[in-house]
């Protein structure tokens, strides 16, 4: 008689709902991040001198900079700004993403 192999007491049909399962939830978050592809993250450095806008795939869409934030002798000033902006809004994006995908996340790691 063949042995049959041991998934831990799980029968073959408890097995292939938990297949199930989770090829429906991978498809739930393919749906979430195509969602999130779609929406715009904005951050914004101090008085607004510097707006830097994300897709929620982390791509720099557009990157606004007021003229007063432009000082030919305080060039640091304007390097300051922008990396500001860009940290704020990749800081949206990645908020977005885990309120969005942490519910599917939740208790794997």
Known sequence: ???????????MGNMQNLIKQAKKM???MEQE???LSTQ???????????????SGDRKLKDL???????????????QDLVIDAVNKGINEVE???Q???GKYTKGLM
């Not at 008689?1 to 029968?11: I, L, Q």
Request: charged letters at 30%.
């Open 33 to 35: 991040q195509a969602n």
């Open 64 to 78: 606004k900079i007021d003229k007063e934030a432009i000082d030919p002798d305080d060039p640091d000033m304007l």
């Open 95 to 97: 908020q977005a993403t």
């Open 40 to 54: 715009e993250f904005v951050g914004k450095s101090a008085d607004d001198l510097v707006i830097a806008t994300f």
């Open 1 to 11: 008689m063949s042995k049959r192999p041991n998934f831990g007491g799980m029968g």
């Open 99 to 101: 309120a969005s995908m």
């Open 26 to 28: 991978q498809k739930q």
